[in-house]
């Protein structure tokens, strides 16, 4: 049996070996360098594309933004998507006080911003990417954007009062939500990247209060259709993240979709070179089609 540590690393460097992919256009969506979409036209010139939503991982941390995803949106607009892959506020460089890691998200604005981009992009992509549908839009997210994805889906079920509160469901097709920090309280246990969820949500003086508006586990349900693929030997957000998401969907009346996939990490999903990204596009046509 391979060593997973190793095989981890080498799926990873797999997925980052690919040289980040240029769009077609870019919009704004506020004034912040950060606040922006990158657009990608559907590879095949068709018109009227299902318009997928992509929003990349990296522990809501500063170093990772979107380049790293555009191999993956790339895989996709070759599939004949239009994409939208957005960018949003992330931590700061700087580790907090007796850490090691870069600092996990920005509260508010992690959350504002991606409130912010799915509002605006309807019209954004109506303007820049006429060959997309936005009658058809699926939402994905890698990791922490994964638990992004999750969350937009869900921002009519927030806690009245909330600032984000959508007043009915967004029109979404559904969620294919890769490798998610889905479950806040299962992440924290199992310690995931570095306790990133706790840095997100500010520590433990307020971690409670702001979970109960962040956490997709208690967003629920969402009446979205809603699909988890993950990899069984993923190290860096376990399958037992998803496990425990799709029980709690379950215990609040609603079913999601788990694919479990065998011999495969955290990075695959997103690598245009590994057969398990080519099961995350036919989980996305599925629901966009």
Do not use: K
């Not at 889905?182 to 570095?194: K, M, Q, S, Y």
């Not at 433990?204 to 993950?230: F, K, M, N």
């Amino acid at each position: 049996m391979p060593d997973p540590a190793a095989r981890a690393a080498a799926e990873e460097a797999s997925a980052f070996s690919h040289p980040a992919v240029p769009p077609d256009a870019s919009a704004a969506y506020g004034g912040h360098p950060d606040q922006v979409i990158d657009f990608y036209a559907p590879r095949d010139g068709r018109t009227r594309a299902p318009l997928v939503v992509a929003l990349h991982g990296g522990a809501w941390r500063a170093p990772y933004d979107r380049q790293h995803l555009t191999p993956f949106v790339d895989y996709l607009a070759r599939r004949g998507f239009a994409v939208a892959n957005v960018e949003y506020r992330r931590g700061s460089d700087i580790p907090r006080q007796g850490g090691a890691a870069p600092v996990a998200g920005r509260w508010p604005e992690t959350f504002d911003d991606v409130a912010a981009a799915l509002d605006a992009l309807p019209g954004l992509a109506t303007a820049h990417l006429p060959q997309a549908d936005v009658g058809r839009i699926v939402l994905t997210g890698h990791s922490a954007g994964g638990q992004l994805a999750l969350w937009a889906a869900a921002r009519h079920v927030l806690p009245p009062g909330s600032p984000w509160r959508l007043p009915a469901p967004p029109a979404l097709r559904g969620v294919v939500a890769l490798a998610p920090i889905a479950h806040f309280g299962r992440a924290t246990e199992l310690g995931v990247c570095g306790g990133a969820v706790a840095e997100l949500l500010g520590g433990a003086s307020s971690y409670e209060e702001r979970a109960a508006h962040t956490d997709p586990a208690v967003l629920l349900p969402t009446g979205i259709a809603t699909t988890v693929v993950q990899g069984r030997t993923d190290v860096d957000v376990p399958y037992a993240v998803a496990d425990a998401y799709a029980d709690a969907a379950a215990q609040a009346g609603e079913t999601v979709g788990v694919t479990l996939l065998e011999e495969v990490g955290h990075f695959p999903l997103i690598d245009p070179a590994a057969d398990a990204c080519a099961v995350v596009a036919e989980e996305i046509a599925q629901l966009a089609w």
